[in-house]
């Protein structure tokens, strides 16, 4: 048994390995001036350490006029990132709880429409969501990027949420019901306390989801109101010119960084949440 | 409510629609105004864009600039965007044939009036006037130009096989190749970006004929797209593709410049910003040769690719005077001094004297290129940078070329036949 | 009070409930029925809300993208499924042994999901470059004979994004399977142990059929990563070489804006939606008889 034990080490070891090998690139690259990454190739290894480029990522970085470096833009997608996240989040519980605890007519039916937002793509929504926010007057602000992002996250929400609070003995939903608590008592006081794994599993996933989202937050803000994947960009895709690889990768770390983080924090809670969430 | 609630809510409200009137009020007072849309954000064409900025704001002007980081695509969506919610700005990037599709659907300034005054149409190639009269007056003010039918060849890799001048004809083009590959020398070092595949047919096409070019590319006549001169076209292209990198796959030709540095690649068919990629990877004008790719009548040809700015009509005053106030300095020599200067383009005007030292002997020769070419009826736009064609009819296009370059299993005959048929799809 | 208050009490979770939901459902509804008007219309660069009929949909099936698309889409869409569903359960059943380290382990594996698909996409186009990237290191470090030029292939490109995809979503296959895995019933463990089988039988015979739920999961929201994939490939492989690895989604993108067709981009996202359509169906008539036989057998 000790030589399987052994071999599932290996074997793991391999597999961190190649899955960290695209995050190595980054790292080593972000080292790296770019014009010494078009003198030596683009995957290689520092020939002289340079940490300018997270300074410069940080603070130097010029999108156009703007050379506030990729700071300003950190703070832009925390304001749309938060709320959003927060808020799908939460109606993401009431509305799972109410599918699947409180029970109404059509509930079913609801779940399945509701769930079959997840699928439409990006593309096909983006002409539609301008005619909408226009119509709301919320064109070309953070508020119309969180709007969005609530309303396509309630799709994912509603669908962990649910799955998860289908768990819950409904019991303890109908004791509470003949004690004369009403619906939103027994959420606060009954189904909240019990959500925690799910609640961060919805929180990781919308998180990440928001934060790395490209097509709307380049479309509905406009200059210095850009979220930070605008930033990352900028600095990759050009027609003509070449893109800033040193920079670039410098960028990306550092705007990976809160989503890594928050992976960390929640990761065993994840775990817990998927457990309940998607058996069903 | 309350009498007193009603009066300290009535208070508040009229206090905030002052507030929201007054900076209006201050505005509509002050100077002239432009919200500017482009995709520069970054690199040389960020920092012209800037320093553009800068001038306007010299001359009294109050500057918006929204760069909208990413492909051209990306512009285009907050473009349409911003119009679809009636916010169009006041100007915005936009160059070839969607200039006449674009102010279709959203009301355009008609800028008659300022280019008179500067005696501008006299000084700009008219293949690209046609582009920004397209209903009989000026909307739109060309920026800076590119000639795309330059060649680029590495230093070292010509003194490995003892090449000393730039090939005039596609002939020597072909003969330098072989001598290249005998050598171990990857002779084309061009990239394997769709654009870029189509880029080398149509410097093929342009060298070969640039009067069969301006029929086929431009004018999708039927007889020239089936013609000899397009099939020679398809045969030089084989000829090019067959000596390209099997691993450019499809990375950016900037991924192979320090192959194409240290000699390992030969000639590059690029446009005129490749000088400032170079200069920003660190390398200098004696590390390479450049100028006009093959001509195979002798005579230049240019293939234009200009950027342009579009201007849309706005009710509101302070943006009608910035427009006008833009539109002054785009079409001033020092401005075009200035801009090409940052981005290693040319000059729109053809009657400017490069022999400043912020220009290079590159940029020199190109611009006297243009004017000479102009003369001589062979200035043609390009495909593959958006200018001859609508998008629409350029990616059907571009779609049979690039498959053409990539699959080497298709002959010259039937890429051609191919095209012929992608274009009669999308007339 | 007490009246009004009682009714406040009843017509609040009402109004809780039903007003996202109606928001929700107007998104789903509205929205896709928008797109299905638009492909009917000779929309270009904006909605134009004439009618052309199926003239869109047809122009799109005659294209070469489109019907390179749909190939690679059924090919795509299977072996992402597959690969990244056998990752996903390796992975969990590796980290199921009770590693140390375990907590590192399963971030490293779930990490790529946190970072920029765009970002992603480009590096792995290096890696995968064969002058570049593994190739060229292996050559370099002396097996001169390996070949990894599977991006550079016309036939193979597509089997680059399958394993770009798959390392991004394995990750949270492997979550998913993990947690079904630890919540086994112990006492099937111990039943599966006494009978002395060994530890690939019993996984094989005992754990992997009862936590058949999770694989349905995993092919759900693996599928819907599948159908939405753009950004990776466009990063990979920009739909090269060529057009050989385009994929529905980039269609769509290429038709609505780039060469400002709304009306054939929406045609073509229909399509997609229809393709789409095509897999969950059986899905939920699938769920719909095994909720009825349940039902029966209960």
Same mark, same amino acid.
């Given at each position: 048994m000790r030589s399987t034990r052994i071999a599932v080490y290996l074997l793991v070891t391999v597999l961190t390995a190649i899955y960290l090998l695209p995050l190595l690139v980054v790292a080593l690259n972000s080292l790296r001036t770019t014009q010494e990454i078009f003198a030596n190739g683009m995957i290689g290894l520092p020939r002289a350490l340079s940490f300018g480029n997270f300074a410069d990522a940080w603070?130097?970085?010029?999108?156009a006029e703007h050379c506030t470096g990729i700071r300003s833009y950190m703070l832009n997608s925390f304001l749309m990132t938060l709320p959003a996240t927060i808020l799908s989040t939460f109606f993401g519980a009431l509305l799972g709880y109410a599918i699947s605890l409180w029970r109404f007519r059509g509930d079913l039916w609801v779940f399945g429409l509701i769930t079959l937002g997840v699928f439409l793509p990006e593309q096909m929504k983006l002409v539609p969501w301008v005619l909408v926010l226009r119509d709301l007057g919320l064109y070309n602000s953070v508020g119309g990027l969180i709007l969005i992002h609530v309303v396509q996250g309630i799709s994912f929400t509603t669908l962990f949420c649910r799955n998860y609070y289908i768990g819950i003995p409904p019991e303890l939903v109908k004791a509470a019901r003949i004690d004369g608590a009403g619906f939103f008592r027994i959420f606060w006081r009954i189904v909240l306390p019990l959500s925690p794994p799910i609640l961060i599993v919805t929180i990781i996933w919308q998180f990440t989801g928001i934060w790395n989202e490209y097509l709307y937050g380049v479309t509905f803000a406009s200059g210095e109101h850009q979220p930070v994947t605008a930033a990352l960009i900028a600095l990759a895709v050009t027609v003509s010119e070449a893109p800033q690889y040193g920079v670039q990768s410098a960028a990306v770390l550092i705007a990976a960084a809160p989503t890594l983080f928050v992976y960390l924090l929640g990761g065993k809670y994840f775990m817990r949440g998927l457990t309940a969430g998607a058996v069903k | 409510m309350t009498p007193i609630r009603r009066r300290s809510l009535l208070a508040a409200s009229g206090t905030a629609l002052l507030s929201q009137a007054a900076p209006r009020l201050a505005r509509a007072e002050g100077k002239p105004r432009v919200t500017v849309i482009t995709q520069?954000?970054?690199g040389s064409d960020g920092a012209a864009i800037t320093a553009l900025g800068d001038l306007f704001t010299k001359a009294g002007g109050d500057w918006q600039h929204n760069p909208v980081p990413g492909f051209t695509t990306d512009m285009m969506n907050k473009l349409r965007a911003q119009i679809l919610s009636g916010d169009p700005p006041a100007v915005s990037q936009l160059k070839g044939p969607e200039i006449a599709a674009w102010s279709k659907i959203a009301p355009t300034v008609n800028l008659d009036a300022d280019v008179a005054a500067a005696g501008y149409e006299k000084v700009v190639a008219p293949e690209l006037i046609k582009l920004h009269k397209p209903f009989g007056h000026w909307i739109s003010l060309p920026l800076q130009v590119y000639r795309i039918n330059s060649i680029w060849i590495s230093r070292k890799a010509a003194d490995k096989v003892g090449v000393t001048a730039l090939p005039k004809t596609w002939a020597e083009y072909n003969a330098i190749g072989e001598k290249m590959a005998k050598a171990g020398i990857q002779p084309v070092a061009n990239g394997g970006t769709k654009w870029d595949n189509g880029m080398i047919w149509e410097i093929a096409l342009s060298g070969i004929s640039p009067a069969a070019y301006r029929k086929a590319v431009?004018?999708?006549?039927a007889a020239t797209l089936r013609g000899p001169e397009v099939l020679a076209a398809f045969e030089q292209t084989r000829k090019m593709s067959l000596w390209m990198d099997p691993n450019t796959a499809s990375q950016h030709y900037s991924t192979f410049i320090p192959k194409f540095m240290k000699g390992d690649a030969g000639m590059l068919l690029m446009g005129g910003w490749v000088q400032g990629v170079y200069k920003k990877a660190g *390398?200098? *004008?004696?590390?390479y040769m450049t100028g006009p790719a093959p001509q195979d009548n002798g005579r230049p040809a240019f293939d234009l690719n200009a950027d342009a700015f579009i201007f849309w009509q706005r009710k509101e005053p302070e943006f009608t005077a910035g427009q006008h106030l833009l539109a002054k300095l785009v079409m001033e020599k020092d401005t075009q001094k200035m801009y090409s200067g940052i981005t290693g383009s040319l000059p729109v005007?053809?009657?400017?004297?490069?022999?400043?030292?912020?220009?290079s002997d590159a940029q020199r020769e190109a611009s006297a290129s243009l004017g000479a070419a102009v003369k001589d009826d062979q200035a043609v736009l390009s495909l593959a940078h958006n200018m001859a064609q609508p998008n629409q009819i350029t990616a059907a296009m571009i779609d049979v070329l690039t498959e053409f370059v990539t699959d080497h299993s298709i002959t010259p005959q039937k890429g051609q036949a191919r095209l012929a048929e992608a274009v009669d799809n999308v007339r | 009070m007490t009246g009004v208050r009682r009714r406040l009490d009843a017509a609040l979770p009402l109004l809780a409930i039903w007003v996202p939901v109606l928001i929700s459902i107007v998104y789903v509804v509205g929205f896709t029925l928008y797109t299905v008007w638009i492909s009917f219309t000779p929309s270009t660069l904006l909605p134009d809300y004439g009618w052309v009929g199926l003239r869109n949909y047809s122009a799109i099936l005659a294209t070469r993208n489109w019907q390179i698309a749909a190939n690679n889409m059924a090919i795509y869409g299977f072996c992402f499924l597959l690969l990244t569903t056998a990752l996903g359960l390796s992975l969990a059943v590796l980290i199921d042994?009770?590693?140390?380290g375990e907590n590192v382990f399963r971030t490293i594996f779930l990490y790529p999901l946190a970072v920029s698909f765009v970002v992603t996409g480009v590096v792995w186009g290096w890696l995968l470059n064969p002058g570049i990237g593994i190739q060229k290191l292996v050559v370099g470090l002396g097996w001169t004979d390996f070949r990894f030029d599977w991006l550079v292939d016309r036939d193979r490109a597509l089997y680059c994004i399958v394993l770009a995809g798959a390392w991004q979503a394995s990750g949270f296959a492997m979550a998913l399977f993990l947690a079904g895995l630890r919540s086994v019933d112990a006492d099937l463990m111990k039943a599966a142990q006494i009978d002395g089988a060994g530890p690939l039988r019993t996984y094989r015979r005992v754990i992997l059929p009862s936590i058949w739920p999770i694989f349905i999961a995993v092919f759900v929201i693996l599928l819907q990563f599948a159908i939405k994939t753009f950004d990776l490939a466009m990063a990979l492989t920009g739909g090269g070489p060529g057009i050989a690895t385009v994929l529905p989604s980039i269609v769509v993108y290429d038709f609505m804006f780039q060469r400002g067709l709304l009306g054939r981009g929406s045609a073509a996202a229909v399509l997609l939606l229809l393709m789409l359509l095509a897999v969950l169906l059986p899905y939920a008539v699938f769920r719909r008889w095994q909720h009825v036989r349940n039902a029966r057998n209960a």
């Open positions: 603070s130097g970085l010029c999108i | 520069w954000s970054a431009m004018e999708l006549d *390398y200098q *004008y004696s590390d005007r053809t009657d400017m004297d490069l022999s400043d030292p912020a220009f | 042994q009770k590693l140390r």
